[in-house]
């Protein structure tokens, strides 16, 4: 079994920022791309990064290209979101999840973490 467990969101004033991390379960980690969504009140879940097993490519929602920047650690298990210069359009519940290949569709994911609120005060 997979699991995927995300920390770091909290309250961040406008022009802040936060590292969420996302430490996953299992064998599975290492051949494994890694993405992260977002959902905020009244919308569908989007893409927000998602990065290859390696770690080599990476991709970014427009949105937040320049802003946000993924990585992970192999040896922990863990993937990190470095949010800097947040504002109030990034407050969502942030999630991580599995995919075989790095992807920016999330019906391609096939494990998820519970999620982890971020509320960006302006």
């Known amino acids: 079994q997979v699991q995927l467990v995300e920390s770091g969101g909290g309250l961040v004033p406008a022009g802040g920022s936060l590292r969420l991390s996302c430490t996953v379960s299992?064998?599975?980690?290492?051949?494994?791309?890694m993405g992260w969504f977002r959902q905020a009140p009244g919308k569908e879940r989007e893409f927000v990064a998602a990065?290859?097993?390696?770690?080599?490519?990476?991709d970014y929602a427009d949105s937040v290209k320049g802003r946000f920047s993924i990585s992970r650690d192999n040896a922990k298990n863990t993937v990190y979101l470095q949010m800097n210069r947040l504002g109030s359009e990034d407050t969502a519940v942030y999630y991580c999840?599995?995919?075989?290949?790095?992807?920016?569709?999330?019906?391609?994911?096939?494990?998820w973490g519970q999620g982890t609120q971020v509320t960006v005060s302006s």
């Open positions: 999840a599995r995919s075989a290949t790095i992807t920016t569709y999330r019906y391609e994911y096939d494990y």
């Open positions: 990065i290859s097993r390696t770690g080599v490519s990476t």
């Open positions: 299992g064998r599975t980690f290492r051949s494994s791309a």
